[in-house]
């Protein structure tokens, strides 16, 4: 057995091999630390971990991942085993390891995922103490996720958050008459309507998509004024908001491009790389696909991101989606979880990760803001206050494990598919989104 202490953390930079996976040259430092005591966390004797997250959507993200998780075993003597599994899997596989007791240590799941199992986590709540008081706190997004809704303890660790603004082509918007997209939503309509009649249509994911099509329909609702829950975790969806959200999406969905209904999380990235579609909302990841591809250079050169229209809404209306790590009770080694994930938010292994990441995932602890990401490409810079959202999803009402549910079963996306397709009616969309949320807050 040995302790895991401040000054092992310290020791343990890993800014030289991190960069090294990537090839990228090793940046002066802004962020800053508070000096505080570090959580005493006693490893077990032999202990080993397995890791399971979210497959990367940029390359130097397990990249450096890995080399990070390799110096915590150089260190420690702890060998952590990290698989990468598609997006549209990692919620089955967190169900399955929660519901059987056994498998992965460890899971970085998405959002809510810690609110649906939370029986069956341990608490993190001296990890999450210790990184609050030593980096700046923890972002409105980042506690709305790792806290119990009742505030009491944390049960999940924020990771980063995606942010997922409009992604556009300023020529073709200026060409029908714009040069910003408007934040209206009879102006909006407008736009799209004046681009599909200039053959570059818009689109947006309606398909069981996990970051683009929920995010989608997030934003539809919201900036409608629309919500699945009241401020008292009441189910609110089948409203004269949401209504009025269904009904403008009629209206819209026939400027989308074709196929939009069956769009997962990687269709809008092909679509807008192609130049099919001039508009269409995403994370960072496809603007440097393309600027790092001297093929699509001069598509990366015309692209220009802005938030989500704000509709009714009196700030953007949009959530980011955000990785949330979890440890499971049935671990064998609580305290070698606990001290990995400490390890890996620390500033001398985050900060590299974060910055490889060209902005991808934004950070979750405001010191981080520092990093030198965000005094990049200006591109880019909007992406940095992704966690400090008053989103979420489940918004308005606390995160539960019902509305967690809820949001990994799509209900959301499905109501606005139906609508958009024409297989039902606002009013019959939003009737049955009602019924199929109840049954979860019902159990």
């Known amino acids: 057995m040995r302790d895991f202490t401040r000054r092992d953390a310290l020791a343990l930079g890993v800014s030289a091999a991190a960069l090294a996976a990537t090839g990228a040259k090793a940046q002066t430092s802004n962020v800053k630390a508070a000096n505080v005591p570090t959580p005493d966390l006693k490893i077990e004797s032999g202990a080993t971990l397995r890791m399971l997250r979210p497959v990367r959507f940029v390359k130097p993200d397990e990249d450096v991942f890995r080399a990070n998780a390799e110096r915590f075993k150089e260190k420690t003597g702890v060998d952590v085993k990290v698989d990468f599994v598609g997006w549209e899997d990692i919620n089955q596989q967190t169900a399955v390891t929660a519901n059987s007791g056994a498998g992965p240590d460890l899971i970085i799941g998405f959002g ?45 660790l924020p990771f980063g958050s995606s942010g997922g603004p409009l992604v556009f082509r300023k020529s073709m918007i200026k060409a029908v008459g714009y ?7 009879d102006k909006l309509a407008d736009l799209f309507e004046k681009l599909k009649k200039s053959q570059k249509p818009v689109g947006f994911a309606l398909g069981n998509a996990v970051g683009d099509g929920n995010g989608f329909a997030n934003w539809l609702m919201w900036s409608h004024n629309a919500a699945l829950l009241d401020e008292e975790g009441k189910v609110s969806i089948n409203s004269k908001e949401t209504i009025a959200a269904l009904t403008y999406l009629k209206k819209i969905y026939p400027n989308f491009i074709d196929g939009t209904a069956s769009w ?29 591809d001297t093929a699509l250079q001069a598509i990366a050169e015309d692209t220009d991101h802005q938030l989500m229209p704000k509709g009714l809404a009196t700030t953007a209306p949009m959530a980011g989606l955000t990785l949330n790590a979890m440890v499971f009770k049935h671990s064998k080694f609580p305290n070698a979880s606990r001290a990995f994930l400490m390890f890996m938010l620390e500033k001398e292994q985050y900060e590299p990760w974060l910055n490889a990441n060209n902005g991808y995932w934004a950070q979750p ?4 803001a520092d990093a030198a990401v965000w005094n990049g490409d200006p591109k880019v810079k909007l992406f940095k206050d992704t966690m400090n959202s008053g989103f979420w999803n489940g918004y308005k009402g606390p995160i539960t494990a019902a509305s967690g549910a809820v949001n990994a079963d799509y209900v959301m996306v499905q109501m606005c598919a139906a609508v958009a397709t024409g297989a039902a009616t606002p009013e019959q969309a939003a009737r049955e989104a009602e019924r199929r949320a109840q049954r979860y807050f019902r159990r």
Do not use: C
């Not at 700046?136 to 944390?154: E, I, L, N, P």
């Not at 040069?179 to 939503?185: A, K, L, S």
């Open 365 to 368: 602890l405001a010191a981080y």
């Open 264 to 292: 997962g999380d990687v269709s809008n990235n092909r679509a807008y790389s192609a130049g099919d579609i001039s508009l269409t909302s995403n994370g960072v990841s496809l603007y440097f696909s393309m600027k790092n």
């Open 179 to 185: 040069d910003t997209v408007p934040e209206d939503h």
């Open 112 to 156: 809510d995922a810690p609110h649906i199992y939370q029986d069956k986590l341990i608490e993190l709540t001296d990890v999450a103490e210790y990184l609050d008081k030593k980096y700046g706190g923890w972002m409105r997004m980042a506690q709305r996720y790792g806290k119990k809704h009742d505030g009491k303890g944390w049960i999940g």
